[in-house]
Structure formats: structure tokens, C-alpha cells
């Protein structure tokens, strides 16, 4: 019989999902957020663009009319209404870009997929499971809503801008730019807080998809901890020995033949010995579980040997149980108490 997949997603899971690139996102709300950075840049920046336009078409027109003009002074002119209107452009696109990669890396938290920020014409016509939602069928509904929503917001925003739309007729040329541009901005704006709520919307239902992807069964989600954890005896005994440090009980010291300390409290306890006899490290403890263990050691009668070099190579070492090199352990060897 098949298990169902009832447990949330475990760690290991999104460690390897986010190791493959796969994490919840949503283009729309990327696109939306560059959206609304450049139309508040374009606010700022409005009327220099209107004066760019302006002298651009002035100064081409003049150089029409005036076939007896210095080119020279023609084309200083049109460079200069040009420049003007480039760099406000350049910004917004900059701004665009900006808070497209911005929101981006909100979602995914932090990673660097590009792949996952440029846009991917097979969207509009592939099912991919673990893009957002399931079928065909609801990824043409949900397609349908937003273009639905788009399509009501930019009417209603026609609707209420009509009377202003009427009145550009009687209007001379640089009057009749500046309320225009008022009037596509203004309905820029409300295209982007549409696609704005839109974009969370969409991201909503694509991370809950997601996390659905990342359940597991009972026995997948158990072998994770396994593997995220280790072993349940070795938790066990971690588990029995950080008690044992709390408690200065002397189960942590079974066996141990040395006590060897460095600085800051750093204690090791090592058993086996003395060299060239096998030696191996069974604990090691910093702080004040450090100094409670030698007060431990001192009380069941241990030797401890302050040699705190030794103790910090020693205590560097990525495991305790495994053998001394032979150069640790001659070191110690000559440190090694004689009895």
C-alpha cells in the first residue's frame, strides 16, 4: 500500500530542492515589481522627458523648414534634445531592472538562478509541474482572471480619465503633451498596483504548489532525519553526554586515562595510552561545560595536563573516537605524564 504524503516538507528536501535551482517564484510578481519602480521613476522624471520629446521634434522639424541652416548648429541640436531624452530612459530601464531583480531575490531568498528571472516563452503554451498549479485546466483559468482584472482596471481607468480625454482636443501642443502624459501615467500607475496584487496572488499559489511538491511520506520524511541528524543511537548519546556535562556526572570521564587543557577552559579527555599505545580523543568541551568537567576530573582523581598548543591541534581534529596522527602523537608522547 502506498503512503500518502502527509508530512510538511523536511530540510533536506529544500536544501536539495534549492541546490537544483527549484524554489518558489513567480515572473509575474518580478515583472510586476519592475513595473511599479520604473512608473515611480517615470513621476520623478516626467516632465524632463516631455521637454526631450519636445525639442527633439522641434529641432527636426526647424531642420526641415531651414534648408539654409548651418548643419553643424542642426545637428548640435538634435544631439542635445537626443542626450536629453536619453538618460531619464536609461534610468527608468535601470530602475526596471533593478526592482525586477530585487523582487526576485526576495522570493528565492537569496539564490542566483538566472535562469529563473529571464523570461521563458514556453510558458505561454507548457505545462510544468511544480511551476504553480496543476493542470492545463487551471493554469488557462487562472491566465483567464488576470486578463480579466487587467482588462477591467484599464477600462475603469479610461472611464474615469474620459472627460479629461475629451478635453485634449481643444488644447495647443505643449498643453496638450503635458495632459497626456498626466493621463498615461496615471493609468500606468493603476496597471502597476494591479500587477502588483496580481503578482502575490500568483506567488501565493505557486509556493503553495510548491510546498505540496515537498511533502513527504512518513517513512521519507524519517529517513531524512536520518540522514540531516545521523544515526538515532548516536543522538542518543550525544543527547546522554550533554546531560552528563549539565550534571558534572563522571560517566563522561569512564575510561578516561588523561585530561588534557588549554585556554578558555578547553578540555579534552583522552583515553587509551600512553603513546606509542593507541590514543583517542572521547570528549571534547570549551567553556564553562569545560571547566566543570576538569573540576570533574579532579574530584575522580584524572591527571590533567596543561599544555594548551597541544590541546587546540588536538581539538581541531574533525571527529573524536579516530586515531592521532604520528605526529600528534609524538607530540603528546613527550608531554605524556610518567608514572
Known amino acids: 500500500m502506498l503512503e500518502e504524503r502527509t508530512q510538511p516538507p523536511s530540510k533536506r528536501r529544500r536544501q536539495l530542492a534549492r541546490q537544483h535551482g527549484q524554489v518558489a517564484h513567480s515572473p509575474e510578481l518580478t515583472a ?22 519636445h525639442q527633439l521634434v522641434g529641432a527636426s522639424l526647424d531642420a526641415a523648414a531651414v534648408l539654409s541652416a548651418d548643419p553643424a548648429d ?84 479610461i472611464g474615469s480619465s474620459w ?42 499559489l505557486r509556493w503553495r504548489r510548491f510546498e505540496q511538491l515537498l511533502r513527504t511520506t512518513p517513512s521519507e520524511h524519517r529517513a531524512d532525519q536520518r540522514v540531516m541528524e545521523g544515526d538515532p543511537a548516536s543522538r542518543a548519546q550525544r543527547r546522554r553526554l550533554a ?26 579527555v583522552l583515553t587509551g595510552g600512553p603513546p606509542p599505545r593507541r590514543v583517542t580523543i572521547r570528549t571534547v568541551a570549551r567553556g564553562s561545560a569545560g571547566l566543570r568537567l576538569r573540576r570533574s576530573a579532579e574530584s575522580n582523581q584524572i591527571y590533567l595536563l596543561d599544555a594548551p598548543k597541544l590541546a587546540q591541534r588536538l581539538a581541531s581534529r574533525p571527529a573524536s573516537g579516530s586515531p592521532l596522527a604520528a605526529d600528534l602523537l609524538a607530540e603528546l608522547a613527550a608531554a605524556w605524564p610518567r608514572t
Open 243 to 268: 546531560k552528563a556535562w549539565r550534571s558534572d556526572s563522571p560517566e563522561i570521564l569512564a575510561g578516561a586515562s588523561l585530561v588534557l587543557i588549554g585556554a578558555r577552559g578547553l578540555s579534552l
Open 163 to 204: 472627460s479629461d480625454l475629451l478635453q485634449l482636443g481643444g488644447m495647443e501642443t505643449p498643453a496638450l503633451a503635458q495632459a497626456a502624459g498626466r493621463i498615461v501615467l496615471h493609468l500606468a500607475r493603476v496597471l502597476a498596483v494591479v500587477l502588483l496584487v496580481l503578482g502575490l496572488a500568483d506567488y501565493a
Open 74 to 157: 542642426v545637428v548640435a541640436r538634435v544631439r542635445g534634445a537626443f542626450f536629453l531624452l536619453v538618460w531619464p530612459l536609461g534610468l527608468i530601464l535601470l530602475a526596471f531592472g533593478a526592482g525586477a531583480v530585487a523582487a526576485h531575490q526576495v522570493q528565492v531568498r537569496g539564490l542566483w538562478a538566472p535562469r529563473l528571472v529571464v523570461p521563458d516563452p514556453a510558458r505561454l503554451w507548457t505545462t510544468r509541474r511544480g511551476a504553480g498549479l496543476t493542470s492545463r485546466a487551471e493554469r488557462s483559468l487562472w491566465s483567464t482572471v488576470k486578463a480579466i482584472v487587467i482588462i477591467a482596471a484599464t477600462v475603469w481607468t
Open 32 to 53: 510586476a515589481a519592475g513595473w511599479l519602480a520604473a512608473i515611480l521613476l517615470i513621476g520623478s522624471f516626467g516632465e524632463t522627458l516631455a521637454l526631450g520629446f
